[in-house]
């Protein structure tokens, strides 16, 4: 089969167009990819191997790349999964938020700030970039294609609050906004010791991307302690 020919056969996510059309094919990939997940969640790097995640699911190597042929598809399926699960996380914490669009995107950004809080996601993300560095040269395309998820979600509240921006201009602060949050994702772990400094940062941080948000100076903004 030529390289075209392959690329007809795949879908979404890596998976081969039409095997997961099935309901039993899709809660089959579905599982797999959850798999792969748990592995980055738990195990380091290096264990990452399409065996050990045919392994762990329990089942054979060709079975898994049935659904994802290549690490590539995995891995890109992965971070699809990525933006599904934010985006109905979004939607819960949002089911009972007010509907003011200040309020959603402050809900948003504060059930943020617990999800960088956790270890299992710190781990997850650190090593999810890892790997997708590693399978393209460390271009960045893969990276790039994860936080475009992450920045579509907030260029939506952005607009919300200011629909008469340029498309430009809401990009780029959805832009500011996900690379605040993930860099301090890194460095969150720095204040493991010290709840006290870890809600100040943490609310630091939703203040900083409100300003950014909204184009204003942040008004009063909590100071970390030293």
């Known amino acids: ?14 998976t081969k167009r039409g095997t997961a059309i099935r309901r039993s094919g899709r809660i089959t ?9 748990d592995m980055l969640t738990t195990e380091n790097l290096e264990r990452f191997t399409m065996r050990a995640v045919a392994d762990r699911a329990g089942v054979g190597l060709a079975n898994l790349q ?3 042929p290549t690490r590539k598809d995995l ?4 971070y699809l999964d990525v933006g599904e699960r934010y985006e109905a996380a979004y939607a819960a914490c949002l089911a009972t938020a007010p509907e003011e669009p200040l309020a959603r995107l402050t809900a948003v950004l504060r059930w943020n700030m617990e999800d960088i809080s956790q270890r299992s996601t710190q781990r997850f993300f650190i090593q999810l970039w890892a790997l997708l560095g590693s399978l393209d040269d460390f271009e960045g395309d893969y990276i790039r294609e994860l936080y475009a ?23 780029q602060r959805a832009t500011l906004i996900a ?4 860099g301090l994702l890194l460095l969150i772990r720095d204040t ?3 709840t006290g400094r870890r ?3 943490l609310e630091a941080c939703v203040q900083t991307a409100l300003a950014i948000a909204t184009g204003t100076a942040a008004t009063n903004p909590t100071q970390e302690s030293a």
Do not use: C, W
């Open 1 to 14: 089969m030529d390289n075209q020919s392959q690329l007809k056969t795949r879908g979404q996510g890596g």
């Open 29 to 37: 990939a579905q599982r797999l990819v959850h798999t792969a997940r």
């Open 199 to 201: 809600q100040a940062l």
């Open 149 to 171: 998820i992450d920045i579509s979600q907030l260029s939506a509240h952005i607009r919300a609050l200011h629909p008469e921006l340029s498309a430009i201009e809401i990009r």
């Open 179 to 182: 690379a605040l949050t993930e």
């Open 66 to 68: 049935y659904y994802f």
């Open 192 to 194: 493991d010791n010290d």
């Open 75 to 78: 891995a890109r399926a992965l």
